[in-house]
Each structure stands twice: as C-alpha cells, then as structure tokens.
Nanobody, 117 residues
Framework: QVQLVESGGGLVQAGGSLRLSCAAS????????MHWFRQASGKEREFVAG????????NYAESVKGRFTISRDNSKNTVYLQMSSLKPEDTAVYYC??????????WGQGTQVTVSS
C-alpha cells in the first residue's frame, strides 16, 4: 500500500503561482512514477504532469507546458507541482497518483486550487 497526501492548494489571482506537494508513505520503493491530475467541476479528471521516480524524466499536458513544472525529492518521498501564470481555467481539484507496476494505482485525496480572474 502507498498513501498519498497532497497539500499547497488555495485561492490565487490569475497570473499568480502556487506550489503543490504530494507526500508518499508506505511501500514507496514500489512506485515507478508519480503523476498529477486535475478535475474541474463537471468535467472528467485529466492528466497534468508526470515524472519518473528513477530517471526524473517528465511529461506534461499541452495546456500546462511552459507554466507548470513537476519535480521530485526521493529522499523525502515527495513530488511537487510548481504552477505559474495561473489561469481561471486551471481551477480544479488536483490529485497526485502513484504508479506501481503490476498493481492498482494509488490516489491522494486531492487539494483545491481556485484561480480568480
């Protein structure tokens, strides 16, 4: 089992920045990658960014490229999402996901990000 706890969400004005954190505990050695997803009200959950636990390689949704940066600190079992130049359409609940090969994935409880115009 892997437990995930997100933090860092809040209310910010358009153009502002926030940094989200996702702290993992439990069988973290089994995690191969960490992802951030988001779900706006009335919409499906969508992929935002991902990072490999070993290589640190990253990938992003087109909608956030150049504005969001995902990073990790393996010593703290924590992944971050630095969000800049935020837009009202970035408003959503942000979730982190731990990818464990061969098993079910694990999700955090989510953290609300609200961007006012």
């Amino acid at each position: 089992q892997v437990q995930l706890v997100e933090s860092g969400g809040g209310l910010v004005q358009a153009g502002g920045s926030l940094r989200l954190s996702c702290a993992a505990s439990g069988r973290t050695f089994s995690v191969s990658a960490m992802h951030w997803f988001r779900q706006a009200s009335g919409k499906e959950r969508e992929f935002v960014a991902g990072i490999s636990r070993s290589s640190g390689s990253t990938n992003y949704a087109e909608s956030v490229k150049g504005r969001f940066t995902i990073s990790r600190d393996n010593s703290k079992n924590t992944v971050y999402l630095q969000m800049s130049s935020l837009k009202p359409e970035d408003t959503a609940v942000y979730y982190c996901k731990a990818v464990v090969p061969g098993t079910s994935h694990y999700w955090g409880q989510g953290t609300q990000v609200t961007v006012s115009s």
